[in-house]
């Protein structure tokens, strides 16, 4: 069982920065492949970014590269979230999620039946 818990959202006006935090527990988390989703109101949950067990592999969905920088401390068993230049389409549940297959290769998931665990979300509201 994996336990994970986002953190660090809230409201910010457009353009705007926040750092999102993610806490796993449960199990040993090195490993894992993280990634942050998205959903909006009335939306699918949307990929964003996915990070490798070493942090040396990320992928990013186009909408957000150049925005968006994951990464992680496993140290503190911590992913986390940097968002920049925050736009009002940016407002939804922020949600981690880990996939604990183990794959060797780093082979993120971009859809969310890819991904074994999920936090409870935490709100990003981006005010025009």
């Known amino acids: 069982q994996v336990q994970l818990v986002e953190s660090g959202g809230g409201l910010v006006q457009a353009g705007g920065s926040l750092r999102l935090s993610c806490a796993a527990s449960?199990?040993?988390?090195?490993?894992?492949?993280m990634g942050w989703f998205r959903q909006a109101p009335g939306k699918e949950r949307e990929f964003l970014a996915a990070i490798s067990w070493s942090g040396g592999g990320t992928d990013y969905a186009d909408f957000v590269k150049g925005r968006f920088t994951i990464s992680r401390d496993n140290a503190k068993n911590t992913v986390y979230l940097q968002m920049n230049s925050l736009k009002p389409d940016d407002t939804a549940v922020y949600y981690c999620?880990?996939?604990?297959?183990?794959?060797?290769?780093?082979?993120?998931?971009?859809?969310?039946?890819?991904?074994?665990?999920w936090g409870q979300g935490t709100q990003v509201t981006v005010s025009s």
């Open positions: 449960g199990r040993t988390f090195s490993n894992y492949i």
């Open positions: 999620a880990a996939d604990i297959s183990g794959s060797s290769l780093f082979q993120p998931a971009r859809h969310p039946e890819g991904y074994d665990y």
